[in-house]
């Protein structure tokens, strides 16, 4: 797709292997739902690329009927997000249902009009994390996670909302990557072209919200945590102070969002400090 | 001589459930009349143990150490294991089983404790890397980040190894356009350290993923010239079958005489020095 080359030959440092990192994430995915005892997966689809990508990549490792797309449009979320969700859906054929979370959302505002936008905007990304794990439960269907790397990095994520989820297969992917490896597994074209937005107020879109392009924050998150340059160096590379200050002061802020709660000591044994064993012990 | 690379997919903790998994792939490679049968690193255990480590370490009398060995009859085996020493010391141990002994017992010397690895903080380091006969001819063991120390290859060819064996758990990661970046980086080493010390090299690597690290697989054997002989795929499990003619380790070595004119006696008094001039003894010029 011209768009993503174009992105790529700007930064081709991020360029992935696509059917080695394809067959990485499916079989890597099969592997951790099944040995948890699961055949099949559920997850929230927006309309946007990342949980487009999530689907495609279920739908390869499970079958297409092993696969859950639940939609949970908001009565403020754009026309076109239902649609480009619905476009996926058929595209792959995934069974769907679509859940509008208005009346939960409004009863519990009416009590609170001066709630923020961003009050709103985390109470529905945690409404619609309550929604399908209750439904993983109905489903005997697994979470599958639909944040990428480069939100992980910045905590452009809602703690326990949206950032929820039992296995992750786009965490370890910038967004670029995500846009390239969508791209290769056929997501449609509107999906992956259309500027990238939260959808939780209108007109809203993240990279107007973060102030800097996912190409350019991708560049510098590749060169801070992958090849781990000091600031000079980043600076010889025409990124500014300004830029450089914000997102290291996003990444530090957010380092909360990116780890289970903290336990105060008491015992010799506590649980993730001196008692240690991963998720998949026995498995 | 018809060597196989078990590469399997272990489970976290379940020696019980790896030892049916062992018994079933030995009974495979009997069925294709396997001479050697090679499983990865920790194959007993799994690999990233943690606190299970204390809890699945063994010593080489329990038994489930005692009916694999007593399972290598007219095969001879290599698998991984949790070993709990006389002493109490846990080692990331490989065992060689042959005419249903315990023939050979190599213990991790170089623990990876960096970056995602912690190995060190659950596992004493082994102290000896030698060379030892079986019934094809002299074998070295190296466990993973052994042979990443070029010095451990050296002191097995040295020491007269014709077939060294690396049983691994190495996990996929740096994945670029240009594939995957460990498997490009094991590549190169195994082929290097098999040309220059003309020796084969099986490699065992298993496959598999614990909490979302995936083991890449790719087991391989690579011919006294350093050419790859036959891999395994990437991620699957497979029964890695080859023949292997030793002669190859003589043509090699007449072909390129290195072991022959290696001066040990240079490389020991070099490394003497170095020794001494570490420990700030002595005029070191």
């Known amino acids: ?283 | 001589m018809r060597v196989a690379i078990a590469q399997i997919r272990p489970r976290l903790g379940r020696v019980d459930l790896n030892l049916e998994l062992h018994q079933e792939w030995i009974r495979r490679a009997q069925e294709e009349q396997v001479d050697l049968l090679v499983f990865p690193e920790l194959s007993l255990t799994g690999y990233n143990l943690l606190d299970l480590t204390y809890e699945v370490a063994k010593n080489t009398f329990c038994p489930e150490i005692q009916t694999l060995i007593s399972m290598a009859d007219g095969l001879d085996l290599v698998f991984g294991f949790v070993e709990d020493s006389p002493e109490h010391i846990l080692y990331n141990s490989a065992a060689y089983v042959s005419s249903q002994n315990l023939h050979y017992l190599h213990r991790k010397v170089y623990l990876p404790t960096y970056g995602m690895f912690d190995e060190a903080r659950y596992f004493g380091a082994g102290k000896t890397i030698r060379s030892f006969p079986t019934r094809f001819g002299q074998v070295g063991i190296l466990i993973c980040e052994d042979i990443w120390h070029s010095s451990t290859a050296y002191l097995l060819a040295q020491d007269g190894a014709q077939v060294m064996i690396v049983l691994s758990n190495s996990p996929g990661r740096g994945v670029s356009s240009k594939g995957l970046g460990t498997q490009e980086t094991w590549y190169s080493i195994l082929k290097n350290q098999a040309l220059i010390h003309g020796s084969y090299i099986l490699f065992a690597n298993r496959v598999g993923t614990e909490d979302g690290v995936t083991f890449f697989g790719g087991s391989a054997v690579v011919d006294p010239f350093g050419e790859t002989e036959k891999q395994a795929s990437l991620f699957e499990e497979e029964l890695l079958i080859v023949d292997i003619d030793l002669e190859k380790v003589k043509k090699a070595r007449f072909q390129m005489p290195m072991l022959r004119d290696e001066n040990l006696d240079l490389t020991i008094r070099e490394l003497e020095r170095i020794q001494r001039k570490r420990h700030g003894e002595g005029n070191w010029l």
């Open chain 1, 1 to 283: 797709m011209k768009m993503v080359e174009e992105l790529l030959e700007k930064a081709p440092f991020l360029r992935l292997d696509e059917e080695l990192t394809t067959k990485l994430l499916t079989t890597a995915l099969s592997e951790e739902v099944e040995k948890a005892g699961f055949k099949r997966v559920i997850l929230g689809l927006s309309g946007g690329i990342d949980s487009a990508l999530s689907l495609y990549l279920c739908v390869k490792a499970f079958g297409k009927e092993n696969v859950i797309a639940v939609r949970m449009p908001y009565k403020t979320s754009s026309r076109s997000s239902l649609e480009d969700a619905q476009a996926a859906i058929d595209d792959t054929g995934v069974k769907s249902l679509t859940i509008d979370i208005t009346p939960q959302i409004d009863a519990y505002f009416e009590r609170m009009p001066e709630a923020t936008p961003l009050r709103r905007g985390n109470k529905m990304a945690r409404e619609r994390m309550t929604i399908l794990y209750d439904l993983s439960a109905h489903f005997d269907a697994l979470v599958i996670g639909t944040s990428n790397r480069t939100e992980i990095l910045l905590g452009y994520g809602t703690q326990y909302g949206d950032t929820a989820s039992a296995i992750n297969p786009l965490g370890d992917l910038y967004k670029t990557q995500v846009r390239q490896l969508a791209a290769y597994l056929g997501v449609p074209e509107q999906i992956i072209t259309k500027p990238p937005s939260a959808d939780l107020w209108e007109d809203q879109t993240d990279e107007g919200e973060l102030g800097f392009s996912y190409l350019d924050v991708d560049r510098l998150l590749y060169y801070m945590i992958d090849q781990r340059l000091p600031i000079e160096q980043l600076r010889e590379l025409n990124f500014s102070d300004a830029f450089i200050e914000k997102v290291s002061t996003r990444i530090i802020r957010n380092q909360y969002k990116r780890t289970m709660p903290v336990i105060l000591k008491v015992s010799n044994r506590t649980v993730g400090v001196d008692f240690r064993y991963l998720r998949d012990w026995g498995l």
